[in-house]
């Protein structure tokens, strides 16, 4: 029996992200803050239900369809390994993989560069369900220390108060990394006005 593949957004059957998905998820726009953290779309419509879709309903397939917007949308071509911001143990025990290693390897793949776990998150709660406040402290990290002169790109899902990337590019310039980028493959600071995702029929 052949296994039919369903969109990661919508869930209708067809290839990995359907052509109403794709189109509305073009329209969504890229986001930087003010301190160069870069997310390819606004939490929000498609963005949303692909990030959703690969936390919490297994679907891995998003992660390789964030990355190639992100790779798209952001000018990442000029680093040289990708790492990522590690979520909790406990998160990563209970979903079976962390999300933003499986989008940071896609984004790797993408780039034609090597994925390395360069950090690693002291024991804490995991940020989702924090208030805005607690969010801002961010989690702590210690860094691995790579081959010196190269460009780190560090990648996570969602960037809300940007502390996790901020916390994680302290750790990785402490460990002698002169170059850091930050990028996430959406971001829930600026909210986007786009309609919520519509089923697709037929």
Known sequence: MLLSSRCAACACPGPVLCHRCRFSLASLAAKR?????AAAFAFDGVARELI??????QARSAAGVLAEFMVRRLGLD???VVTWAPTSARRVRGRGYDQAEVIARAVARQLGVPCRRLLYRAH????????RSDRL???SFRARTPRRGLAVLVVDDVVTTGATL???AQALRAAGVAHV???AATSAQLRHTAPRTRKCVG
């Open 181 to 183: 980028e930050l990028a």
């Open 52 to 57: 959703v879709a690969l936390k919490f309903r």
């Open 33 to 37: 803050s003010p301190d160069g953290i």
């Open 124 to 131: 804490g709660a995991p940020q989702t369900g924090k208030s």
């Open 137 to 139: 402290v961010g989690p």
């Open 78 to 80: 000029h680093v040289d």
């Open 166 to 168: 901020r916390t994680a």
